[in-house]
């Protein structure tokens, strides 16, 4: 059986409201706000009790449905309404007096029972007006003026009023539901992991927004404007034309509008005393404890953030702005007579605000002018994909018409194209074109292109007349047209799409977007087909910017594996051992090494990602040969840099001879890590055509370099990175030469290192450089580049390195017996994991990963011993049987 969209949102309906009833809904009286001081409620006497409304002839969904109906003081959509014996409309007209009223307004809050269509024996309905009946007249609404005179109104259905119980897609044109639309806090805002109090779960959460129309008991709200405000009202009068039709309350006031309707959004500045510290908690209502609106809803409220923006064009590129201790910025949606209600019971109305407000209380200019924005190269004239800031005076950010004005952050909460830098610098992706609203005025723009490509900050003046924005950006690093290639080797739950709409934003000509397994969950795994580079020429694209689908193979204990472009079938399971990657109760049924032979013979190629941690199998791993690069990651830093403790571990294989390329990956799972922020470099060969193929055979052959900004070319004799060549014994002197440059990150120094120690070390302009060094090499050696770099505010980093050239001497090994013992006890690890705690995928498995470790761990301890060095070490036997 099938679901249709309408029963799947109706049963979601019925599932909110159980869920609402299951985690105590706040119970009647409700206030979804402060009340509104321009309406006052109207006193009714009323037909019947609420609780004697139950043995009336109504349908019997409503009458249980009873005890959830609002009752006495009520505020909805900021009116303020009294409910205590509603009118029941059935056989007669009912009139109830109003002596002395006045008002510009009156506004009902009533309801209908339920009416199924009347179906003919095939089930076809005639007339079809919907569930919601659309158009039946269910009753006149009378004004009796006091000279005798009347006012007259028919109610119809979907039109006046609609039916207690909300219909997916049958609700009414000229009311509103009772509950004014809120906002909702995204899964990482709630106080609970799992629901906040209103049922309200990680999808549903992702919107931010709900209508707040499927209450168990829905009462609409219908104003009605008096056509004579200057008479005196003697009373109201109801005339039903259909049986069912209940008014629980009626409000009268005065607003210079319809009140139900509500204006574009806006946004103020709110500065909080000395000593009172902002409070971000809402309710499940969507009710904010320093800040409401009556009439209106306030959207969200956030610290301000301070840009440099006197200084914004000489200012660095992702620079994350300052964020104010007493200044927020409120966005909101509100009636034009709606007021602001503070926390010490202060209020202010919204059109004094935007007058120019006061003190405590400052308006925004409203983003109202959409703008063209085209983002072009300068040398061809042609749009391209970048990644693009805009802010107004105050800080607010200002996203395209079709981007989120507040990205989320959360894990694997939102997958759309934007980036936000330390949660408070916004970002997103454009394809070189995009339409966005601006505020009249001054506009600050940042636009990025990866480390090529010289960044953009520019301060825009806005005028009535402002309809289109062009910018153009310049490539000033040539290292594309040397043969080099960008990539991200590590890259979470994007679509394909939008991994190479954002990897050709920041400049990453490959992006390896990796499906995995995260405990019962599967990402990705549906965008995997073991043929198809996105964006390749035989797949459609330009060749220039692709993105292959690959696999992070993963063990809690015994450590990841980035599986990259491997052709074929899923290597599977892409995950073992047991949660938080796998699934609780998956046995350890393979190992890291068994998965790379796998994607080897499948053409691919292996990475261990984030390296070096789990650091457990890894051990083995590389000195078996199965590793064809380790990985230095990012996350969501942009100023940590090449972590030393990465570096160290690094180190300690090569100091033993085993050869692994250095490359970048950024592990990104959130909007709070940008694709590319540290990145791989490897340089195609002289005359042949960039591919995927060609980069996976440049990180195999290890001419690579990591970096967060800087580039570079190094050579050692003429020899590139990657190069294992012979000196005679005695070894010689070494020409080192360096060229390095800079558009993103200001460099500092270079650095030489050799067999993990730096030899040489040089200042250097923050822009561009080049020299050379003399080295003299006399036993087997590993030498690499190493650039440091900050931004004027920052500390100092790695900023890049490069994979290393290995000379061997005749007559030295390349061998560091401190180093080969960690590596020993890691692999001593591994094994005594297997062996002890580790759950089982039967004998045979065991035996053959035991098998496969202990060779591991043999061919290192014997070289070893053959070599003098003999060792503490824990005897390879097994354990736990």
């Given at each position: ?5 309408r ?9 909110q ?5 299951a985690w ?6 409700f ?16 037909t019947?009790s609420?609780e ?5 002839r109504l349908?019997?969904?409503l009458?249980?449905?009873i ?11 900021g009116?303020p309404?009294?409910v205590?014996r509603?009118?029941?409309l ?5 009139s109830e ?13 009533h ?9 003919d024996?095939r ?16 009753a ?17 259905r ?6 207690f ?17 809120h906002?909702?806090?995204?899964l990482?805002?709630?106080p609970s ?8 779960g ?8 709900v ?5 168990p ?12 405000p200057?008479?005196?009202i003697a009373a109201?009068?109801?005339e039903?034309?259909?049986?069912g039709a209940?008014v ?5 006031g005065?607003?210079g509008?319809?009140?139900l309707r509500?204006r574009?959004?806006?946004k103020?500045v ?6 009172l ?7 499940a ?5 320093q ?5 209106g809803?306030?959207?969200s ?14 200012s ?10 007493r ?7 509100s ?12 209020s ?14 400052t308006?925004v ?13 300068k040398?061809?004239?042609r749009?391209v994909?970048v990644?693009?800031?805009?802010h107004g ?10 981007r989120?004005r507040?990205p989320n952050?959360?894990?694997?909460e939102?997958y759309?194209p934007?980036?936000?830098h330390?949660t ?11 339409v966005?609203d601006?505020?009249p005025?001054t ?6 292109k990866?480390f090529?490509?010289?960044p ?7 005028g009535p007349?402002?309809r ?6 310049e ?8 043969g ?10 994007l679509?394909p ?15 390896n ?6 405990g ?5 795994v549906?965008?995997f ?9 035989d797949?459609g694209g330009?060749?220039e910017?692709l993105?292959?689908?690959?696999t992070e193979?993963?063990q809690?204990?015994?450590g990841?594996i980035?599986l ?9 399971p ?6 938080d ?11 890291l090494?068994?998965?790379a032979e796998?994607?080897?013979q499948?053409g691919?190629?292996v ?6 941690n789990?650091r457990c ?6 000195i078996t ?14 100023y ?8 160290s ?7 033993c001879g085993?050869?692994?390329a250095?490359?970048?990956?950024t ?11 540290v990145r791989?470099?490897a340089?195609?060969?002289?005359g042949?055509?960039?591919t995927?193929?060609?980069?996976k055979?440049?990180?195999?052959a ?7 900004g ?13 190069s ?6 005695g ?17 500092s ?5 050799v ?8 200042a250097?302009?923050p822009d561009r450089?080049?020299g ?9 050696s590993?030498?690499?580049l190493m650039?440091?770099?900050h ?21 030295s ?10 590596i020993?006890?890691?692999i001593?690890?591994?094994l ?7 759950t089982?995928a039967?004998?045979e ?6 098998l496969?470790?202990?060779a591991a ?5 014997n070289a070893?011993h053959?070599?003098?060095h003999?060792?503490?070490h824990?005897p390879?036997?097994r354990?736990?049987?």
């Open positions: 059986m099938t679901m249709s969209r029963d799947f949102l109706e049963a979601s309906a019925a599932a409201a159980a869920a609402a009833t105590g809904q706040a119970a009647p009286p206030h979804d706000g402060p009340a509104s001081p321009r309406f006052s409620p109207v006193p009714l006497e009323g019947v609420l004697d409304l139950a043995k009336a349908s019997s969904d009458i249980q449905a005890p959830r109906a609002p009752r006495g003081s009520c505020v909805y959509w009116i309404f009294q205590s509603p009118v029941l059935e056989d007669r007209p009912v007096k109003t002596p002395g009223l006045r008002a510009e307004w009156l506004v009902f809050l309801t209908s029972d339920v009416k199924p269509p009347e179906r024996e089930g076809f309905i005639r007339p079809m007006r919907g569930e919601g009946r659309l158009g039946e007249h269910v006149d609404y009378v004004i009796v003026y006091a000279d005798g005179s009347e006012a007259r109104e028919v109610i119809r979907r039109h006046q009023i609609g039916m119980r909300a219909i997916w897609g049958e609700n009414c044109f000229q009311a509103v539901a009772q509950h004014k639309p906002a909702l806090r995204p990482h805002e709630q992991m799992m629901v906040d109090a209103r049922g309200t990680w999808g549903r959460a992702e919107t931010r927004a209508s707040a129309d499927r209450s008991w829905n009462n609409w709200l219908w104003a009605w404007k008096n056509p004579h200057e008479k005196e109201l009068r109801f039903p034309k259909a049986a209940i629980s309350a009626v409000s009268a005065n607003a509008s319809q009140p509500w574009t959004r806006r103020a709110l500065k909080l005393p000395e000593g510290a902002f409070d971000p908690r809402i309710d209502e969507g009710r904010r404890r800040i409401q609106l009556d009439m809803q306030v959207i409220v956030e610290p301000r953030r301070i840009y440099p923006n006197e200084e914004w064009a000489g660095y590129n992702n620079r994350v702005p300052e964020i104010s201790g200044e927020l910025v409120v966005e909101y949606a009636h034009q007579d709606a007021r602001f209600h503070f926390w010490d019971g202060s202010l109305a919204v059109a004094e605000l935007e007058k120019g407000g006061g003190e405590r209380l308006p200019r409203p983003a109202t002018q959409r703008v063209t924005l085209r983002v072009v190269e040398a061809s004239g749009t994909p990644k693009l800031h805009l005076e105050a800080g607010e950010y200002l996203a395209p018409a079709d989120h507040q952050p959360g894990w694997f939102d759309a934007e980036f936000q330390q408070w610098h916004r970002c997103t992706y454009i394809d070189g074109e995009t966005v601006l505020p005025g506009v600050y723009l940042e636009v990025s990866g090529e490509i010289r953009v900050r520019k301060v825009l003046e806005i007349g402002t289109t924005v062009e910018v153009a950006i490539k000033v690093l040539p290292w594309r047209e040397r080099w290639v960008t990539a991200d080797t590590h890259v979470h739950f679509s799409p939008t991994a190479r709409l954002e990897g050709c934003a920041e400049g990453v000509n490959v992006v977007l990796l499906a995995s397994q995260w019962e969950l599967m990402t990705n549906g965008d087909d073991g043929r198809t580079t996105l964006g390749a020429k797949a330009n060749g910017w993105v292959r689908v690959g193979n993963r809690h204990v015994l990841h980035s990259l472009g491997y052709n074929g079938a899923i290597i599977a892409m995950c073992a051992g047991g949660p990657e796998a699934a609780l109760g998956d046995p350890v049924g393979a190992l090494m068994e998965w796998r994607c080897r499948q691919g190629v990475v261990l990602p984030h390296f070096p789990p199998e890894n051990a083995a791993d590389i040969g199965s590793i064809d690069g380790v990985e230095m990651t990012s996350w969501g830093s942009l940590a840099g090449i972590d030393p403790y990465s570096l571990d690094y180190y300690r294989y090569l100091n085993y050869f692994v250095a490359v970048g990956g592990d990104k799972m959130s909007a709070t890590t940008a694709v590319g922020t791989t470099y340089r195609i060969p002289d042949r055509e960039f995927y193929d060609a980069w055979a440049a990180v195999r290890g001419n690579t370099f990591v970096t967060y800087p580039l570079m070319e190094f050579s050692v004799d003429g020899k590139l990175p990657g294992r060549w012979e000196m005679k014994a070894g010689g002197t070494v020409d080192v030469a360096w060229d390095l440059a800079s558009v993103t990150v200001p460099m120094k270079v650095e030489l290192v067999n993990g120690e730096v030899r040489e070390s040089r250097i302009r450089d080049s050379h060094w003399s080295v003299k090499v006399e036993r087997s590993w030498l690499a650039v440091r770099g931004y004027h505010d920052k500390p100092e980093i790695i900023a890049a390195h490069s994979s290393p050239v290995m000379i061997r001497v005749a007559g090994e390349f061998f560091a017996a401190a180093d080969a013992v960690t020993l006890e890691q001593e690890g591994a005594a994991y297997v062996d002890t705690v580790g089982r039967g004998d498995v065991y035996r053959r990963i035991r496969k470790l202990t761990y043999r061919s290192l301890h070893l053959q070599r003098g003999f060792h503490e824990t390879v036997t354990h736990g049987e």
